[in-house]
């Protein structure tokens, strides 16, 4: 959480109120007796899934309110009943656009010009107008996401509010080499994997190992399988994952157990809706643990920050060629230490995960 003052201009024009509950019953926690609440405004530029930037900005706006705490939630778009109604039962919640079941769009997997022009239009059109719904008698802004501080701070320019940001995904322009990782007292990755070396698996994912291996020796994976397999790497992808039929999904995934090389297998994966590299790589660990691991953005940071990977310091949106790089890595030090590839990529997520500073992300200065 970054407190910040906000940059920018108010803009846009208002929106119906989403009607919160009629019965909120808010418990004062003991700390706040004897004081005036605070108006707060939580904002996510979609809340329209049920994943897990979304559930944490829900799971604050229900604790502050407890606290007894003057919290809305805004957000530009709102799906009431896929987005965590239980959580939001006693919370006010503002929106532009009411999306009630309609499919949103698939932000996360535009590419091109396609992908420039609806990032422009979210930042220009989308994010003032958001910006507008915000009651002038704020006193506290929580934006969450990049898209959402730009909403913050045109609100807040004018009026001099306080932002507290919270940051759980950024654009390319957010990130930069190193961030997220304090000084590492290494200057090479063999005494890093040595020093830290992980052979043990957690029991979730040996589980869901040991499941794979049914589907190694059919030769290509069920709906179920890679619903589970991309439900571990990262829950928010499961809505496209879904929509793969299961004669598609055998089809990609025997290229996986199959292919001829390594390109052709990760190529066939991402061809998925719904299947990013990551979530490829994730898959290819569940079937094979001693050839593969998963590549993320921890890693990907971790190596680009000892030199041993080119472009793409932040590690977002990681490439076919990142996981070429990745690969090569990941088995050279395997053989190295000879245990399996799964375990040198484990140590290095733990790693990232004990030398990481307060926040992963950080925004420019």
């Known amino acids: 959480m970054i407190p910040q003052r906000a940059r920018g201009s108010d803009g846009g024009k208002s929106a119906p109120d989403v009607a919160p509950s009629q019965h909120a019953a808010y418990i004062r926690h003991p700390s706040c007796e004897g004081r005036q609440s605070v108006k707060i405004a939580l904002v996510r530029h979609m809340m329209d899934e049920p994943q897990g930037g979304a559930r944490l900005a829900a799971l604050l706006a229900r604790d502050l309110c407890e606290m007894g705490q003057d919290v809305t939630l805004y957000c530009y778009g709102y799906d009431q009943a896929r987005c965590f109604p239980d959580l939001l039962a006693d919370v006010p919640v503002r929106c ?43 006193e506290i802004v929580n934006p969450h996401e990049w898209l959402a501080h730009r909403s913050a ?34 200057r090479t990755l ?49 809505g496209r994952v879904r929509l793969n039929s299961p004669r598609r999904i055998r089809a990609a995934t025997s290229v996986a157990l199959t292919g001829k090389n390594e390109r052709d297998r990760i190529q066939a994966l991402t061809e998925l809706q719904g299947v990013s590299v990551p979530s490829a790589s994730a898959i290819l660990t569940l079937l094979d643990p001693v050839r593969y691991g998963v590549i993320d953005i921890r890693v990907w940071q971790l190596l680009h920050r000892l030199g041993l990977v080119d472009g793409n310091p932040g590690g977002t949106g990681l490439t076919h060629a990142n996981w070429d790089q990745f690969l090569t890595l990941v088995r050279r030090y395997a053989a190295m230490f000879r245990v399996p590839a799964r375990d040198v990529e484990r140590t290095l997520f733990l790693i990232h995960r004990e030398y990481q500073e307060a926040r992963l992300y950080r925004s420019r200065s």
């Open 96 to 138: 532009v656009r009411r999306l009630d079941g309609a499919p949103g769009p698939p932000r996360g997997y535009e590419t091109g010009w396609g992908r420039s022009w609806a990032q422009l239009r979210r930042y220009y059109h989308e994010a003032p107008v958001l910006a507008s719904l915000i009651d002038a008698r704020t």
């Open 153 to 186: 701070a045109l609100f807040g320019l004018s009026r001099g509010v306080p932002i507290v940001w919270t940051y759980n995904d950024p654009s390319h322009w957010h990130v930069q080499s190193g961030w997220g990782l304090r000084e590492l007292p290494y």
């Open 190 to 238: 063999r005494p890093l994997i040595r020093d830290h070396l992980s052979r043990v698996e957690d029991a979730e994912t040996a589980a869901l190992i040991e499941r794979f291996r049914a589907a190694r020796r059919r030769g290509y994976l069920t709906k179920g399988e890679l619903m589970a397999a991309c439900r571990w790497k990262s829950p928010r992808s499961i």
